[in-house]
């Protein structure tokens, strides 16, 4: 994949994705990292369409970071 060929605010997300994967030392990176950043910013489209489809956004984020946080970890032994 060449992420050069991505917009700036995708590229964005894809980076800090694999930073929070990392950080959680989740084995790949999934929907959950992705959608955890693109719920960070409140003028994010994301969070505006789901503002406006009348989802509760931090109750919707707070399942995300649950599900998040129960992803299997990397052992370092």
């Known amino acids: 994949m060449d ?3 991505f917009t700036d605010k995708a ?3 894809l ?3 694999s930073t929070l994967a990392i950080q959680n ?12 950043l693109m719920l ?3 003028d994010n489209l994301i969070y ?5 489809m009348d989802v509760e ?3 919707f984020k707070q399942l995300n970071l ?3 946080n129960a992803l299997p970890q990397v052992n370092r032994n």
């Not at 030392?25 to 929907?31: A, F, G, H, R, Y």
């Not at 505006?48 to 406006?52: A, H, N």
């Open 15 to 17: 980076t800090g994705s």
């Open 48 to 52: 505006q369409l789901l503002v406006k």
């Open 66 to 68: 649950d599900e998040l």
């Open 40 to 42: 960070e910013k409140k």
């Open 25 to 36: 030392q989740n084995v790949e990176i999934t929907s959950y990292h992705l959608v955890n």
């Open 11 to 13: 590229r964005e997300v």
């Open 57 to 59: 956004v931090e109750r």
């Open 3 to 5: 992420i050069s060929n």
